[in-house]
């Protein structure tokens, strides 16, 4: 299927592997050129993440779409990944198609169903480009994974289905960076090589002159154009990573200790983002088989994608007896969606929306049970945490409905009037359905006062400031011009 027509500008950066950089690349070309006056506009047109982020006509896209949107100053929209894949399993995921819930699938069988799902894609490209002086495009994983090539949407199979110039990212920091380019040419087929313009390398530490001689080599093996080596960019870690490879082990020497499991399947874990960055605050990530540390003054448990399955994953780890320990010494717990589910009395789940149909016992701190549905509610989230009278924004993306005694002190007031969460009646256990709190500053400077913990950190703004400073950074460093050629012809 050809792509509708557009005189848009736009260019696809597609990578060697998946970990590359792409993601953190294109936010900065996002901002790049949103700086020289240009309207820019990110597009993904299929993305694997359970970190998401809801727009604001209630759809999800991936939370790397909606950062890529914050580089071009603009709001996120579902038309920016029209695809995205939320892992349930190992071997299945949710599908969400144009920021709406279009089933669950198994890999074999999502495999049969990407062709179907192309006009799709290539109507919100159309749409994006339409509103756009330049599109800027990120590509998946590899073009190199030949075997996943048959009705592949995510980089070949897009780039010539929309007819775009292609670039490709490589990461010098994991070794083997000119096999994995030069491989990458090997095995492609020729008018996919072709349409592939331009190279450059990420993540070079010390001095990229020299590189000079692979930038060389590569180039004459390809016959692809250099277009420079970038190098490592400290300040990426302050920016929200798109999937949970991207989780460092944790930030800071405050002394408020916030202690948060790892589960199998975390999700929105940029919920954390935020408090890693506050200086009066250590943030320690327990990854599975380790204990959770006697010395937290709070245990964060986060969102899941498999909330039954991450409690069974929680309690294999040992973490449930921990987290006993934690409470008798008098140390407060916060659950935020699955994380708040976990902590009730039950989780039923009659339909088997993940796995089999059934009810399983909670942790049992709140007096709550929750009930999973087929309904998903994304919504964007605006109100006052009770206890505090803070402002809060934030948004839910959760399935399931939670009620009990203990919702009666909720732990937020929504939309002037709407009851959300629940806190324990000694006051030590909280939970919510709302991702992104500790986001607001408002909210994060009141949270953190309750435990005597001074915020300082403008979060909002860093964020801004850091996407400058890596536009910077690229302009510095990459061949702009040829970029900017390459994606207008």
Not at 109 to 116: L, P, R, V
Not at 409 to 435: F, I, K
């Amino acid at each position: 299927m050809s792509a509708p027509q557009s005189r848009t500008p736009a260019i696809m950066v597609q990578g060697t592997g998946s970990n590359v950089g792409k993601s953190l690349i294109v936010a900065g070309l996002c901002r790049l050129f949103s700086n020289r006056g240009l309207k820019v506009r990110p597009f993904k047109p299929q993305n694997m993440s359970n970190n998401a982020a809801v727009t604001a006509d209630g759809g999800e896209i991936g939370r790397a779409q909606a950062l890529q949107a914050m580089g071009c100053r603009a709001e996120p929209s579902v038309h920016m990944n029209p695809v995205l894949l939320k892992p349930e399993t190992d071997t299945g995921a949710q599908v969400i198609v144009q920021g709406k819930r279009f089933g669950t699938m198994r890999a074999r069988e999502y495999g049969k169903q990407k062709a179907e799902l192309l006009p799709k894609v290539l109507g919100s490209f159309s749409k994006t480009a339409s509103e756009a002086d330049l599109v800027i495009v990120e590509g998946a994983g590899s073009p190199a994974e030949i075997n996943l090539r048959s009705g592949d949407i995510a980089n070949m199979g897009f780039a010539e289905a929309a007819d775009l110039p292609v670039i490709l990212c490589a990461d010098i920091d994991r070794g083997g960076v000119i096999a994995s380019v030069v491989g990458t040419h090997a095995v492609l087929e020729p008018d996919e090589r072709n349409r592939i313009k331009g190279f450059f390398i990420n993540r070079f530490r010390g001095d990229p002159n020299l590189f000079d001689d692979g930038m060389r080599e590569i180039s004459e093996r390809t016959d692809w154009l250099g277009l420079g080596v970038v190098p490592w960019f400290s300040d990426a870690g302050k920016l929200p990573a798109e999937d949970a490879l991207g989780l460092a082990d944790g930030f800071g020497s405050g002394g408020l200790k916030i202690a948060v499991p790892v589960i199998s399947r975390i999700a929105n874990f940029d919920d954390l983002d935020p408090l890693r960055l506050e200086p009066g605050v250590t943030l320690e990530l327990v990854h599975p088989g380790e204990p959770l540390p006697g010395d937290a003054d709070i245990v964060l448990l986060p969102g899941s994608k498999s909330t039954v399955g991450d409690l069974a994953f929680f309690r294999a780890q040992g973490w449930d007896i921990d987290l006993k320990a934690h409470h008798r010494r008098g140390g407060h717990i916060l659950g935020v969606c699955g994380g708040y589910q976990m902590l009730g009395k039950t989780i039923s789940d009659p339909d088997g929306i993940e796995g089999e149909p059934g009810t399983v016992e909670g942790l049992g701190y709140l007096d709550v049970e929750t009930v999973l549905s087929p309904e998903k509610s994304t919504v964007a989230a605006r109100g006052t945490h009770k206890a505090s009278g803070a402002r809060v924004s934030g948004y839910e993306i959760h399935i399931g409905r939670t009620a009990g005694p203990d919702c009666s002190n909720p732990m937020m007031m929504l939309d002037g009037e709407r009851p959300d969460g629940a806190v324990s009646a000694d006051g030590r256990v909280s939970g919510t359905y709302v991702h992104g709190l500790f986001t607001d500053d408002a909210f994060r400077s009141a949270y953190l006062k309750s435990f005597g913990t001074s915020a300082s950190l403008a979060y909002d703004r860093s964020v801004d400031r850091i996407l400058d400073d890596l536009a910077v950074h690229l302009e510095q460093t990459l061949d702009v011009e040829a970029l900017m050629k390459i994606a207008r012809e």
